[in-house]
């Protein structure tokens, strides 16, 4: 399962954001998520899930918009 994979990437560069910008908690992540990325939405969702516990995106909600091509980026996020 890729998607885990792909979670803990998100997951890295949102820590990296948390200590650039200076904020402590994501709230709210938004992805474009092109269909040749070949990506099963279900299963990103648990990962984004799974992966995030105890850290800064514990409980964040994940919102995903289509894409184009194999495309996959953040789009923005909310954070406190």
């Known amino acids: 399962m890729h998607e ?4 803990r ?15 402590e908690r994501v709230l709210r992540v938004r992805l474009r998520i092109g269909p040749m990325a070949a ?18 995106a514990e409980g ?4 995903i918009e289509p894409g184009e091509g194999n495309e996959m980026r953040i789009i923005d996020l909310e954070v406190s």
Request: glycine content about 12%; aromatic content about 8%.
């Open 39 to 56: 990506v099963d939405e279900r299963a990103l969702r648990f990962s984004f899930e799974v992966a995030g516990r105890g850290g800064l």
């Open 60 to 63: 964040a909600s994940l919102a």
């Open 9 to 23: 990437g998100i997951l890295r560069t949102l820590e990296r954001s948390a200590v650039d910008e200076g904020f």
């Open 4 to 7: 885990l994979s792909l979670c």
